[in-house]
């Protein structure tokens, strides 16, 4: 009851959270010309129709116009040169009704915020604070909302250093309070530091209690299968196909999917495995996002088999490939499950007569289940080479306890009854060690190896 007192304050109201009434948004994209700001995988179109995306995701937000300005340098003060500075506000100002303009970069500072706020009379958004808005709007779990309270805190400290830095110039330095020798900078600071600490001792306790799951899964031997790829590019639509799952209701937009969450299916060999649907990923998704979702992520070192999902319909489908491999490599997964991956394309339902490039990808449509056989074959295959399962057949005495073991130790795919003898052919998919403990258990038990 303490442990969820003390979660319930650390989850209550943040004071990032933007109010929930709608909002009448100016998408403005600061267009990089040339130098090594400008991405050679896009163009600044598909950047600002990604930036729309991200507002259509949320209850009440309406686009009222996307402004492409163009800008030698995003990262100084106003990120526009004074003309097209000008220009801009202009545009805004002759807006009807606008409420907010969301300014498609990573992060602005506090201070060229609040001096933004103050040139066009209405409140400005970065990617980092939109992002942020959605999650906080998709999170289900405790794990998700600790999640973004810990993602928050950068965001925290930095308006503190601008607040700190208005008082100071209202009242002429910095004060002590009330003579305890601390300033107010440093009581917030401490403030903050102490509940960044309260949060990751509590996602850790989440993360441990996950890593005892994963241990009972393991000692059933279920292979684990990650499913991922760029946010809605159709995870969750395949992990329903390939489990029939009827429960699962896949959303067309952003972020649908926050936590990690496990759906059991089955292969062509009968084998039972755990589909893993993970977060999706975007391109310039604040650094501090991305390591606060790590608890989530992590999940993935511990899979057998990675599918990386493409929506090899959107145009811009390999800098949505280049952003998830480079997420992954990240993550220092083991290289044998970068190495084993398996690549789908997506959607290819909506592309005549689709033919990867790529040899080893394979071509599927989730929604009307074309090319799903292949995949689970494809599948399957990795998964005996990843798990050293092996498939093979057993003559078992049915007066004996053979047929029972193996129905509780491995998967029994067909039994074949020989009734003149009392003996039966038993087909199954076994683990090394359970294969390893039949054998001591049962040494004159004949066996058949494919």
Not at 217 to 235: A, D, L
Not at 296 to 321: C, F, G, M, W
Not at 375 to 385: A, D, F, S
Not at 399 to 411: C, H, I, M, P, V
Request: hydrophobic share 40%; glycine share 6%.
């Amino acid at each position: 009851e303490e442990d969820d007192a003390e979660l319930e304050e650390l989850l209550g109201p943040s004071p990032l959270s933007l109010e929930p009434g709608a909002q009448r948004v100016a998408v403005v994209h600061p267009a990089v010309k040339w130098g090594p700001k400008k991405s050679p995988l896009t163009t600044a179109e598909l950047q600002i129709a990604e930036a729309v995306a991200l507002v259509d995701t949320l209850q009440n937000w309406t686009v009222l116009d996307k402004i492409i300005i163009p800008t030698k340098n995003p990262d100084k003060k106003f990120i526009f040169g004074k003309g097209n500075f000008q220009v801009l506000t202009e545009k805004i100002k002759k807006l009807p009704h606008v409420t907010a303009v969301f300014l498609n970069v990573e992060r602005i500072s506090s201070l060229t915020k609040k001096e933004l706020e103050d040139a066009w009379g209405v409140k400005v958004f970065d990617r980092y604070t939109v992002v942020l808005h959605i999650f906080r709007c998709n999170a289900r779990t405790k794990e998700a909302k600790l999640q973004i309270a810990l993602a928050e805190i950068p965001l925290l400290r930095s308006n503190l250093k601008n607040e700190v830095a208005q008082l100071d110039q209202q009242r002429g330095g910095s004060r002590y309070i009330m003579g305890s020798g601390e300033t107010f900078m440093e009581t917030q600071n401490r403030i903050l530091k102490e509940k960044e600490l309260k949060i990751r001792n509590a996602l850790d306790k989440l993360r441990r209690k996950r890593s005892l799951l994963r241990t009972q899964r393991r000692k059933r031997e279920f292979p684990v299968i990650s499913v991922m790829g760029y946010t809605n590019c159709g995870k969750t639509t395949l992990i329903k196909a390939l489990t029939g799952e009827e429960g699962l209701q896949p959303r067309d937009q952003l972020f649908a999917t926050l936590d990690i969450t496990a759906h059991a299916g089955y292969l062509p060999s009968r084998m039972a495995v755990i589909y893993v649907d993970t977060i999706g990923f975007l391109t310039d998704l604040p650094h501090n996002l991305v390591e606060s979702f790590s608890a989530t992520l992590e999940e993935v070192a511990y899979s057998d088999l990675i599918v990386h999902v493409r929506d090899i319909t959107h145009p811009e489908t390999n800098l949505q490939k280049a952003t998830v491999l480079s997420v992954l490599k990240n993550l220092n997964l083991p290289s044998h499950l970068l190495d084993s991956m398996v690549e789908v394309h997506n959607k290819v339902d909506l592309i005549e007569r689709y033919k990867p490039a790529e040899e080893s990808a394979l071509a599927i449509s989730a929604l009307h289940g074309h090319g799903l056989e292949e995949l689970k074959e494809e599948i399957e295959k990795k998964i005996l080479t990843a798990t050293g399962k092996k498939i093979l057949t057993v003559n078992v005495n049915l007066e004996g306890s053979q047929l029972s073991w193996l129905y509780k130790e491995a998967t029994v795919q067909e039994v074949e009854v020989m009734p003149e003898d009392g003996t039966a052919r038993v087909k199954v998919i076994i683990g090394n060690s359970a294969f390893g403990r039949y054998k001591n258990l049962f040494p004159n038990s004949k066996i058949f190896m494919p």
